[in-house]
């Protein structure tokens, strides 16, 4: 059974960084893609960005491009989004996600499983 813990969320001024992971359990991840989503209060679920595990090719929303970075730790099977730069409007709970295969998708419903959110605040 797969499991996704997200950890590190909290609130932080505009401007500032937050680093969030998502820690994966249950398989062996090496075929699969994860993926970063959010969601604002009374909003759709957005895509975020998205990393291959194996070869760790990048996708990203245009609205964090050049402010977020998506990687892995193979050995620790962790999923880390690190945001800099951050704006009001990236406040919501964000969500780590996971697909088998390799392609890099922005549709969450492509995504198999899911982990519980974090909560990110920007303050202004």
């Known amino acids: 059974q797969v499991q996704l813990v997200e950890s590190g969320g909290g609130l932080v001024q505009a401007g500032g960084s937050l680093r969030l992971s998502c820690a994966a359990s249950?398989?062996?991840?090496?075929?699969?893609?994860m993926g970063w989503f959010r969601q604002a209060p009374g909003k759709e679920r957005e895509f975020v960005a998205a990393?291959?595990?194996?070869?760790?090719?990048?996708y990203y929303a245009d609205s964090v491009k050049g402010r977020f970075t998506i990687s892995r730790d193979n050995a620790k099977n962790t999923v880390y989004l690190q945001m800099n730069s951050l704006k009001p409007e990236d406040t919501a709970v964000y969500y780590c996600?996971?697909?088998?295969?390799?392609?890099?998708?922005?549709?969450?419903?492509?995504?198999?499983?899911w982990g519980q959110g974090t909560q990110v605040t920007v303050s202004s």
């Open positions: 996600a996971a697909r088998l295969g390799s392609l890099l998708y922005s549709e969450g419903g492509r995504y198999d499983y």
């Open positions: 249950g398989r062996t991840f090496s075929s699969y893609t």
């Open positions: 990393i291959r595990w194996t070869g760790g090719s990048t």
